[in-house]
């Protein structure tokens, strides 16, 4: 069974760094793109950011491009996102999704960041 | 990176047939044929309805159609029931390698 377990969210100052986890399992990890998304409480769905099979392609959305780092770990089958000089708008539930052929058919349960003083 | 075009609401009485359109750019609706459909029940997380404009996931129901025109995709759903009641979201990828998705439908059965 297909499964996507995030973890590393919580509640962090205006300012401050979160490292987000993606444990993957059920699927060969290292042959899919992967992403974070992201929905602020009671508003839709945003993309964050893509990573390729490989590693060698990443893109980001502006809102996080040089605050936001994705990255992942083929051997232990996990995606990451580190976020810095985070702001209060980036406070959301982030999920990471699996794609193919541009679609997100898989998802995780998602953690819940939030950015407040 | 502007969010892709979707009416807040549309509504409908059961066993009625409603269309939700999303509205892009050539740079993403109109340029692939990555187009998604997103169903979100409250709490929920996304579930996949529509991959590749038209292409409807195992398991998902027949009631539950994509198409395209030009640079607006459209999500119908036929015999509408009481558990179609959920946010809708749409999604394309772009020609900058990014992803968008739509603001949103809320789809209420009356």
């Known amino acids: 069974e297909v499964q996507l377990v995030e973890s590393g969210g919580g509640l962090v100052q205006p300012g401050g760094s979160l490292r987000l986890s993606c444990a993957a399992s059920?699927?060969?990890?290292?042959?899919?793109?992967m992403h974070w998304v992201r929905q602020a409480p009671g508003k839709g769905l945003v993309w964050v950011s893509r990573?390729?099979?490989?590693?060698?392609?990443?893109t980001y959305a502006d809102s996080v491009k040089g605050r936001f780092t994705i990255s992942r770990d083929d051997a232990k089958t996990s995606l990451y996102l580190q976020m810095n000089s985070l702001r209060v708008e980036d406070t959301a539930v982030y999920y990471c999704?699996?794609?193919?052929?541009?679609?997100?058919?898989?998802w995780g349960q998602g953690t819940l960041v939030t950015v407040s003083s | 990176q502007s969010a892709l075009t979707q009416p807040a609401s549309v509504s409908g009485s059961p066993g009625q047939s409603i269309t939700i359109s999303c509205t892009g750019t050539?740079?993403?609706?109109?340029?692939?044929?990555?187009v998604s459909w997103y169903q979100q029940h409250p709490g929920k997380v996304p579930k996949l309805m529509i991959s590749?404009?038209?292409n409807r996931p195992s398991g998902v129901s027949i009631r539950f159609s994509g198409s395209r025109s030009g640079n607006t995709a459209s999500l119908t759903i036929s015999g509408l029931q009481a558990e179609d009641e959920a946010d809708y979201y749409c999604?394309?990828?772009?020609?900058?390698?990014?992803?968008?998705f739509g603001g949103g439908t809320k789809v209420t059965v009356l």
């Open positions: 999704a699996r794609s193919r052929e541009g679609a997100f058919e898989r």
């Open positions: 059920g699927f060969t990890f290292r042959d899919y793109s």
């Open positions: 990573i390729n099979s490989g590693g060698s392609t990443i």
């Open positions: 050539s740079s993403d609706i109109g340029h692939y044929n990555y």
């Open positions: 590749e404009v038209t």
């Open positions: 999604g394309s990828y772009t020609t900058t390698s990014t992803q968008l």
